[in-house]
Structures are given as C-alpha cells and as structure tokens.
C-alpha cells in the first residue's frame, strides 16, 4: 500500500511542474530567444576621403612701382572750379604701405571782388596758373573685391594719404599741406583705376590778411604697375 502511494505522488509531482512550464509559455514568461547576430558590419559616421577643391588665386601684379595720370576738378578758395590734371608715381612698401609723388595744374578763375569791380586785376593770367608738387605716405584701410557681373571679381583698396609739398600760385611758392581718401580698383594684374579727393592746405595773404586756404580736389586717375 505504501508503495503505491509513492508511485501516485511522484506522477501528480510531475504533472504539475510539466503544467507550469506549459503555463510560463502560454503567457510569454518564458525565457526570452537572443536576436541572431546581424550580418551587415555598422556604418561608418565620418567619410575621410574628402576630395580636393582648386582654388584660384587672384592675380595680382608682384611689381612694387605705380606710374599714370589723372583728370578731375580743383576748388581754389576765392578762385572758383576748374580743371586739374597731373600725373603720380607710387613706390608700395608693403601690402600696406606706400609713398606717392603728385604733381598738378591748374587755373585759378575770377575773384568775386575782380567781378564786381567791373575790371579790376588781381593776379596776372601767369600768376593765375597753379601747379603743386607733393609727396605723400598712404596706407591701404580696406583691401577687398569688387564684383561687376556675375562670375567677375576685381581686387580693390581703400586708402587713406597724406603728405607735404609746395604749391606755386598768384607769383609765390607755398607751403603746402595736403590729405584726403582714394580707391583704387585694379581692372587688370597690371591696371588700375583710382577715385581721389583731396584737400590742398597753404597760407595766401592776397587780400590785405593771412590765412589758410582750403582748396578741395577730386580727379579719376589710371596707373600701370612695373
């Protein structure tokens, strides 16, 4: 009797781990399968062949020495307007720097008093003639491009200049102070265009006093480097 209940303990026993083990599976507690290794290696985030890029310089002329001309219109204080011309020539330093020689001329018009006066001369017509030399130091404030068009960029400066001379004018050789802005606008490696404003500083007594007078210049210029 003993025995037989032994063999009915062992099978309920196994029926019932047998019925939990059907029951994890049925509800998905059951021990979880790994996913199978991927075949595809990952990818990479930085590509390193990167692909070199021409790029092309501008061209700009290595010569050092700048020679042209240049037309415009010259404000004698107590003379009126009139037409300048001359010539520069300029020695680059540095990518910065450079010194310039100017000379000038032009005439001097009819007082306001020689006007009035109905004849009255104050300067002979040679006296009238003015013509300065200067000497100046500039300095290049602003490189950078011009672009006319599309797909056409032209290398440009905006400078800055300022120098001593001597002006000769009504009979006398003066003193003069001059300063004032340009821009120069390189058409070519070689050729440039510049726009220039300038103020003319000197001492003129021809009215019974002493003063300084200002005579304000402004003149389109081309220049070849060499």
Same mark, same amino acid.
């Given at each position: 009797m003993e025995s037989r209940f032994r063999v009915l303990f062992l099978i309920t026993a196994a029926g019932l781990m047998t019925g939990c083990a059907a029951t994890k599976n049925l509800f998905g507690m059951g021990p979880e399968a790994a996913p199978p290794p991927s075949s595809e290696p990952p990818g990479q985030v930085i590509d390193p062949q990167v692909?070199?890029?021409?790029?092309?310089?501008?061209?700009?002329?290595?010569?050092?020495?700048?020679?042209?001309?240049?037309?415009g219109i010259m404000?004698?204080?107590?003379?009126?307007?009139?037409?300048?011309y001359g010539a520069r020539l300029a020695y680059h330093l540095t990518e910065g720097f450079f010194v310039e020689g100017t000379?000038? &001329?032009?005439? !001097? @018009?009819?007082?306001? /008093?020689?006007?009035?006066?109905?004849?009255a001369q104050l300067l002979s017509d040679s006296e009238r003639q003015l013509t300065y030399y200067n000497l100046n130091l500039g300095y290049n404030i602003l490189p950078g491009e011009g672009f006319v068009g599309e797909g056409r960029a032209y290398n440009t400066n905006l400078y800055l200049i300022a120098g001593l001379g001597? &002006?000769?004018? !009504? @009979?006398?050789?003066? /003193?003069?102070v001059n300063f004032g802005a340009g821009y120069r606008f390189l058409l070519t490696d070689a050729i440039a265009l510049h726009i220039d404003f300038r103020d003319h500083l000197f001492d003129i007594d021809l009215f019974g006093e002493e003063k300084t007078a200002h005579n304000l210049e402004g003149h389109l210029g081309i220049t070849v480097f060499f």
């Open positions: 692909e070199r890029q021409e790029v092309k310089e501008p061209a700009i002329d290595r010569e050092d020495f700048e020679v042209g001309g240049f037309v404000s004698i204080e107590d003379f009126g307007t009139n037409v300048v000379a000038g &001329t032009t005439e !001097a @018009g009819e007082t306001s /008093f020689e006007i009035l006066s109905g004849g001597s &002006t000769r004018f !009504a @009979g006398d050789d003066r /003193f003069t």
